[in-house]
């Protein structure tokens, strides 16, 4: 069901209504002492106007700033009134209000194996508001509870098909990747969540951490694992500087190195550009041989 918009009008002259019809009614009754010979129009007109007054005055009502009322009439749908201030529509319409501010909840900590196997607790805090009022009061049969448990569903689904942590930058991890997997996120829920007409504004990871039972041995594996990932990095740097060095010494004509001297250069480079310590230099007053 699509949200449409009601036939409503300004409720200030149905105010002036009403108030008029009780006016008019204490009027009749007045006259009632002064007309004996026919004492009962008087006084079945002030009740017909008393009712008049009633009716017209049932049907004000009040929207507020970011909210919107859904009209039905005898269970049917007739539309939504999104406009603020004193509105009046058919008093025999029932009027629901709904808000329409944004909205905001943390899942639970729930508890997965991210894509690699690993026993993983994570949450996210979700932004959403209600933009198709009729989606949401008649297609499912609470629109929060329904946000609340499909946002859970997409997060447990997003952990399942990335690993908590990456080396390779190539690929998308929980906790390297924020931005990205909060954009994922987003997609995933706003895809849930669309049967009930609320739109996602922003997802994001609140909580991510390993399974306390496999936490010390995950840390453990991190640290190698940045460990190795600098090494490799800093071997990487070193080549690529050991190479520069012989290249330039070559094309400058500085000196002449055979095979053996530039094994020893490459040797002794290495170990400088490698090394967790700073290197003690040794100075060679005679030859190489």
């Given at each position: 069901?699509?949200?449409?918009?009601?036939?409503a009008?300004s409720?200030?002259?149905?105010?002036l209504?009403?108030?008029?019809?009780?006016?008019?009614?204490?009027?009749?009754?007045?006259q009632?002492?002064?007309?004996?010979?026919?004492?009962?129009?008087?006084?079945v007109?002030?009740?017909?106007?008393?009712?008049?007054?009633?009716?017209?005055?049932?049907?004000?009502?009040?929207?507020?700033p970011?909210?919107?009322?859904?009209?039905?009439?005898?269970?049917?749908?007739?539309?939504?009134?999104?406009?603020q201030?004193?509105?009046?529509?058919?008093?025999?319409?029932?009027?629901r209000?709904?808000?329409?501010?944004?909205?905001?909840?943390?899942?639970?900590?729930?508890?997965?194996?991210d894509i690699?196997?690993?026993p993983?607790?994570?949450?996210a805090?979700?932004?959403?508001?209600?933009?198709?009022?009729?989606?949401?009061?008649?297609?499912?049969?609470?629109?929060?509870?329904?946000?609340?448990?499909?946002a859970?569903?997409?997060v447990?689904?997003?952990a399942?098909?990335?690993?908590?942590?990456?080396?390779?930058?190539s690929?998308?991890?929980?906790?390297?990747?924020s931005?990205?997997?909060?954009g994922?996120?987003?997609?995933?829920?706003?895809?849930?969540?669309?049967?009930a007409?609320v739109?996602?504004?922003d997802?994001?990871?609140?909580?991510?951490?390993?399974?306390?039972e496999?936490?010390?041995?995950?840390?453990?594996?991190?640290?190698?694992?940045?460990?190795?990932?600098?090494?490799?990095?800093?071997?990487?740097?070193a080549?690529?500087?050991?190479?520069?060095?012989?290249?330039?010494?070559?094309?400058?004509?500085?000196v002449?190195?055979?095979?053996?001297?530039?094994?020893?250069?490459?040797?002794?480079?290495?170990?400088?550009?490698?090394?967790?310590?700073?290197?003690?230099?040794?100075?060679?007053?005679?030859?190489?041989?």
């Amino acid at each position: 069901m699509k949200e449409r918009t009601a036939i409503a009008s300004s409720g200030w002259l149905a105010l002036l209504l009403g108030l008029g019809s009780f006016g008019a009614a204490v009027f009749a009754f007045a006259q009632v002492p002064h007309h004996p010979e026919d004492p009962t129009m008087y006084g079945v007109g002030g009740v017909g106007l008393i009712v008049l007054g009633i009716v017209v005055l049932i049907g004000n009502f009040v929207v507020g700033p970011n909210e919107a009322r859904v009209l039905t009439f005898f269970g049917r749908y007739t539309g939504t009134v999104r406009d603020q201030g004193l509105r009046w529509a058919n008093p025999f319409t029932m009027k629901r209000a709904i808000s329409l501010r944004a909205r905001n909840f943390e899942t639970a900590k729930i508890k997965v194996n991210d894509i690699e196997g690993n026993p993983i607790e994570i949450a996210a805090v979700v932004v959403w508001h209600v933009v198709d009022t009729a989606q949401a009061m008649f297609d499912v049969e609470s629109f929060a509870t329904f946000v609340q448990m499909q946002a859970e569903s997409a997060v447990r689904n997003l952990a399942m098909h990335h690993p908590y942590d990456a080396h390779d930058d190539s690929v998308v991890s929980l906790r390297g990747n924020s931005d990205q997997v909060a954009g994922l996120l987003r997609i995933e829920v706003n895809n849930r969540v669309k049967a009930a007409g609320v739109e996602v504004v922003d997802a994001r990871i609140a909580h991510l951490a390993y399974a306390p039972e496999i936490a010390q041995a995950m840390l453990q594996r991190q640290q190698a694992g940045a460990i190795i990932a600098a090494r490799t990095r800093i071997v990487e740097g070193a080549v690529s500087m050991v190479e520069m060095a012989l290249d330039q010494l070559a094309k400058r004509g500085i000196v002449e190195l055979d095979a053996e001297r530039k094994a020893t250069m490459v040797s002794n480079l290495l170990v400088v550009l490698c090394g967790e310590r700073s290197t003690q230099p040794v100075i060679n007053a005679g030859t190489l041989y």
